[in-house]
């Protein structure tokens, strides 16, 4: 009988935070500057620059420490981590080891029925480092720092996750605690949440874990389930063949859909940690720790429950709504002016993913206002536009951000509902189609359709489709 695998999980994950500064200078955070345009000689690492603590990136830490349920240290302080990387201009990291900035705290996870709980290790703050760029065509390397001091957490969890389902399940809590919290925006294209998968493989019922390896720098959710099935399929087939697996930090390729050696793992001490002897030890209250819990907002676990009961709306819609803060925010606001929430509901989770799957967008990328999708929910709502036309005119408050009332009115978008002159024009689409007619009279209801397209769109669009569909009945029923 074949031997039985289990798969055994623990993640690090970085956040960026969503200062306007950087952890220890006051150069700009904004992502796609020009290279080497948000830098000083802190973020550079020049001799005899001193770093200053944002305080700001403490407030974040702690608020994500305390809504993943973990301990916050009072005490904290910063240590150097030392290693030498092209992309890290002082040779060290700011970073945290022995006194992180939280600890022993735990996030719930989904996956079908099954209920878990996620344990993390400990959360600690740090700087990024800066980004290498190498040029094919000019056979260099280039060096941008204007990322070198980014403010990072890193979420370090413990072995408890089994499967990819339940790897993407955590990083969902995760970014969506985040993203409420405003403490980042987590978009994985952008960088500012990525992760190092640790894996190991051990026979099912076996109590110590296998050796251990590490994909260093995941950002995208496929690649992380593709990243994860590969190294566990890699790791059993050594196990098989009587070979060992090494512990080494991989680098995953998901074009190639192969993971290859990048260096042995390193431990603590390879790094040589000890005390930044140029930040002083952060003292933390416990009335600072209760300001930050009073600021906490709702989250989605409460959205979720309260949605249910206010607005009446089914469990589906309610876990779309809430699966991002910015589609929240525009349902509430929307729903507030218009009183409709299961018809601002339906606009959210049909035209509007639409439109952001057809453009690659993310729903944090939505730029319309709340006020103008409750305008256009009553226009559609009281039949002053069909739906065809409520449909258009999304489209352009979508991209635009138009005022609905006034883009229908300047563009004469208002449903015809004059009978005489709907009667007038079916008359004539009756005496042009007369195989249709002839259809219809012969048993054939589908033909109706297409004799009241041909109305819609001898008035592009703006007659009242009901009413046309009544009226061409009533004439060919005689």
């Given at each position: 009988?074949?031997?039985?695998?289990?798969?055994?999980?623990?993640?690090?994950?970085?956040?960026?935070?969503?200062?306007?500064?950087?952890?220890?200078?006051?150069?700009?955070?904004?992502?796609?500057?020009?290279?080497?345009?948000?830098?000083?000689?802190?973020?550079?690492?020049?001799?005899?620059?001193?770093?200053?603590?944002?305080?700001?990136?403490?407030?974040?830490?702690m608020a994500v420490g305390l809504a993943t349920n973990c301990k916050i240290t009072q005490v904290s302080k910063f240590d150097r981590k030392n290693y030498f990387y092209p992309d890290n201009p002082q040779n060290y990291q700011i970073s945290q080891l022995y006194l992180p900035i939280a600890r022993d705290g735990y996030v719930e996870i989904e996956v079908g029925d099954i209920k878990k709980k996620v344990r993390i290790h400990e959360m600690h703050m740090e700087e990024d480092a800066g980004k290498l760029v190498h040029d094919e065509w000019e056979d260099c390397s280039l060096v941008d720092y204007n990322r070198s001091g980014v403010p990072l957490i890193e979420i370090v969890s413990e072995p408890d996750m089994r499967s990819a389902d339940e790897v993407i399940a955590y990083l969902e809590k995760l970014r969506m605690i985040c993203q409420y919290l405003g403490a980042s925006d987590c978009k994985l294209q952008e960088g500012s949440m990525r992760a190092d998968v640790n894996l190991s493989v051990r026979e099912v019922g076996a109590s110590e874990f296998g050796t251990r390896t590490e994909m260093k720098n995941l950002n995208s959710f496929k690649a992380i389930a593709r990243a994860i099935e590969g190294e566990r399929e890699r790791q059993i087939e050594l196990i098989?063949?009587?070979?060992?697996?090494?512990?080494?930090?991989?680098?995953?390729?998901?074009?190639?859909?192969?993971?290859?050696?990048?260096?042995?793992?390193?431990?603590?001490?390879?790094?040589?940690?000890?005390?930044?002897?140029?930040?002083?030890?952060?003292?933390?209250?416990?009335?600072?720790?209760?300001?930050?819990?009073?600021?906490?907002?709702?989250?989605?676990?409460?959205?979720?429950i309260r949605y249910r009961k206010e607005f009446d709306i089914p469990q589906y819609d309610a876990e779309i709504l809430t699966s991002s803060k910015k589609m929240a925010d525009i349902f509430e606001a929307a729903t507030a002016i218009c009183k409709k929430p299961k018809k601002v509901s339906n606009w959210l989770m049909v035209e509007?993913?639409?439109?952001?799957?057809?453009?690659?967008?993310?729903?944090?990328?939505?730029?319309?206002?709340?006020?103008?999708?409750?305008?256009?929910?009553?226009?559609?709502?009281?039949?002053?536009?069909?739906?065809?036309?409520?449909?258009?005119?999304?489209?352009?408050?979508?991209?635009?951000?138009?005022?609905?009332?006034?883009?229908?009115?300047?563009?004469?978008?208002?449903?015809?509902?004059?009978?005489?002159?709907?009667?007038?024009?079916?008359?004539?689409?009756?005496?042009?189609?007369?195989?249709?007619?002839?259809?219809?009279?012969?048993?054939?209801?589908?033909?109706?359709?297409?004799?009241?397209?041909?109305?819609?769109?001898?008035?592009?669009?703006?007659?009242?489709?009901?009413?046309?569909?009544?009226?061409?009945?009533?004439?060919?029923?005689?």
């Amino acid at each position: 009988m074949a031997k039985q695998y289990e798969t055994v999980i623990g993640l690090e994950v970085h956040v960026e935070l969503a200062t306007k500064t950087k952890i220890f200078c006051s150069c700009s955070t904004e992502f796609g500057g020009a290279p080497n345009t948000h830098t000083c000689p802190v973020c550079t690492g020049m001799p005899g620059s001193l770093p200053v603590l944002n305080k700001k990136v403490v407030g974040y830490a702690m608020a994500v420490g305390l809504a993943t349920n973990c301990k916050i240290t009072q005490v904290s302080k910063f240590d150097r981590k030392n290693y030498f990387y092209p992309d890290n201009p002082q040779n060290y990291q700011i970073s945290q080891l022995y006194l992180p900035i939280a600890r022993d705290g735990y996030v719930e996870i989904e996956v079908g029925d099954i209920k878990k709980k996620v344990r993390i290790h400990e959360m600690h703050m740090e700087e990024d480092a800066g980004k290498l760029v190498h040029d094919e065509w000019e056979d260099c390397s280039l060096v941008d720092y204007n990322r070198s001091g980014v403010p990072l957490i890193e979420i370090v969890s413990e072995p408890d996750m089994r499967s990819a389902d339940e790897v993407i399940a955590y990083l969902e809590k995760l970014r969506m605690i985040c993203q409420y919290l405003g403490a980042s925006d987590c978009k994985l294209q952008e960088g500012s949440m990525r992760a190092d998968v640790n894996l190991s493989v051990r026979e099912v019922g076996a109590s110590e874990f296998g050796t251990r390896t590490e994909m260093k720098n995941l950002n995208s959710f496929k690649a992380i389930a593709r990243a994860i099935e590969g190294e566990r399929e890699r790791q059993i087939e050594l196990i098989e063949e009587g070979k060992k697996v090494v512990q080494e930090t991989r680098r995953w390729d998901d074009n190639k859909e192969y993971s290859y050696a990048m260096r042995s793992k390193e431990d603590a001490q390879d790094y040589r940690y000890f005390p930044e002897p140029d930040l002083a030890p952060i003292v933390i209250s416990d009335e600072w720790i209760e300001e930050i819990k009073s600021r906490q907002p709702e989250l989605r676990t409460e959205k979720l429950i309260r949605y249910r009961k206010e607005f009446d709306i089914p469990q589906y819609d309610a876990e779309i709504l809430t699966s991002s803060k910015k589609m929240a925010d525009i349902f509430e606001a929307a729903t507030a002016i218009c009183k409709k929430p299961k018809k601002v509901s339906n606009w959210l989770m049909v035209e509007t993913m639409r439109l952001l799957n057809e453009k690659g967008q993310e729903p944090a990328d939505i730029a319309f206002s709340p006020e103008n999708l409750a305008k256009l929910v009553n226009l559609a709502d009281s039949g002053t536009i069909n739906s065809s036309v409520a449909k258009e005119v999304f489209e352009k408050i979508f991209s635009e951000d138009i005022d609905p009332e006034k883009y229908v009115e300047e563009n004469g978008l208002r449903t015809v509902n004059d009978e005489s002159a709907l009667r007038e024009l079916a008359q004539k689409v009756i005496g042009s189609n007369p195989k249709a007619v002839a259809d219809y009279r012969g048993g054939k209801e589908k033909a109706l359709g297409a004799l009241v397209g041909q109305i819609m769109k001898a008035m592009k669009g703006k007659a009242n489709p009901g009413m046309a569909s009544q009226v061409l009945k009533e004439m060919l029923d005689l």
